[in-house]
């Protein structure tokens, strides 16, 4: 008579690699402010916002429709509400050229073609930090958004103010923020270093952004041009994190490349009403100079801060999406469990 016995072999192998899938993406919001994904159309000529043409002081030209961006396609702001600035669309004709290719656009800032307009009281920001919300309900403590943008001004004008991307809970509290910060040499801010800051109890602000080496990211370029990626997970816990992807040279509907991944310091939510699931996300204006000044506007009182950055942000399109888990497959042999049976006689 023949006994079978059998006999659980494990063999690991690291010559051949796992290779990932492209990352899913559960998209919930889309616009390029011409159109969005869910049908809106942006206006420039509704009597519900401001209307008005921008003119270049130094050539006299005729630059801009310019229009106020809170309140179209569930766009709002913390801004005074008988303001019509900052946050706008604008119809910008120099930008309908490569490298931007898009007449229409979100901006923040104070620089010749954002939402301020120089002796426009009406246009100048009402808080020390501007935030432009949109709605970005993931249900989870976790969100992807990426956007082609640029940040910065030719003229060499200080101060220079500080841009950015924040995400709320669901209750409006602050969870993480994306920083592009100035790097002010005399009156000239040629770059813009880029941190991640969290807003929990033992949080940490202006952590610097790792490649997937351990080096920093390179700071942005004033006035570049980039479409990148930022993956927020597991928001309040020890393992919360940001990867930060480049899709600035792929192909439509491309994956971009990743550039790093940073662990994110400070992650004690407890005492934050509302938790960490995201709720809404925001492009963010805040001030070097946080002075402000009394105007009278429309007949009221209002505070504004009238020496804001001559810099500022341009946003030409956004993607928001919840973050699916990656999709693995074996190229080769990973982890392969064999079974073997060995024969033996009895």
Do not use: C
Not at 219 to 225: A, P, R
């Amino acid at each position: 008579m023949k006994n079978i016995q059998l006999k659980m072999i494990v063999m690991f192998s690291s010559l051949l690699p796992i290779v990932p899938f492209a990352q899913g993406q559960n998209i919930i919001y889309q616009t390029d402010f011409h159109h969005s994904s869910s049908g809106f159309e942006y206006t420039t000529n509704s009597s519900k916002f401001l209307e008005y043409y921008t003119t270049n002081n130094r050539t006299g030209a005729v630059e801009a429709w310019t229009t106020s961006l809170p309140g179209q396609d569930g766009w709002t702001a913390n801004t005074a509400t008988n303001t019509f600035g900052p946050g706008v669309v604008n119809y910008e004709t120099n930008f309908n050229t490569p490298p931007y290719n898009s007449p229409y656009f979100m901006s923040l800032g104070g620089d010749t073609y954002n939402s301020t307009t120089f002796g426009e009281t009406n246009t100048y920001p009402t808080a020390s930090t501007t935030f432009m919300i949109h709605d970005a309900n993931t249900g989870l403590n976790k969100i992807h958004f990426d956007s082609t943008f640029f940040i910065g001004n030719p003229n060499d004008i200080t101060p220079k103010d500080t841009f950015g991307w924040t995400l709320f809970n669901t209750a409006g509290n602050r969870l993480m923020s994306i920083n592009f910060t100035p790097v002010v040499s005399g009156q000239t801010a040629s770059s813009y270093g880029m941190t991640v800051s969290s807003f929990a109890a033992n949080g940490v602000q202006n952590q610097q952004l790792l490649l997937a080496n351990g080096n920093p990211l390179s700071n942005l370029l004033n006035q570049q041009l980039v479409h990148f990626g930022y993956d927020f997970n597991n928001i309040g816990t020890a393992s919360q994190s940001v990867s930060v992807y480049n899709y600035t040279n792929s192909s439509a509907g491309g994956n971009g490349t990743l550039l790093g991944t940073t662990q994110i310091t400070g992650s004690d939510f407890s005492s934050t009403v509302g938790g960490t699931n995201v709720g809404a996300l925001a492009a963010t204006w805040t001030l070097a100079d946080q002075k402000s000044t009394n105007a009278i506007i429309n007949g009221e009182n209002v505070i504004v801060y009238d020496n804001y950055g001559n810099n500022g942000m341009n946003v030409f399109n956004l993607t928001i999406a919840v973050p699916e888990p990656k999709t693995w497959v074996l190229f080769g042999i990973s982890g392969l469990i064999m079974v073997i049976a060995l024969r033996r006689k009895a």
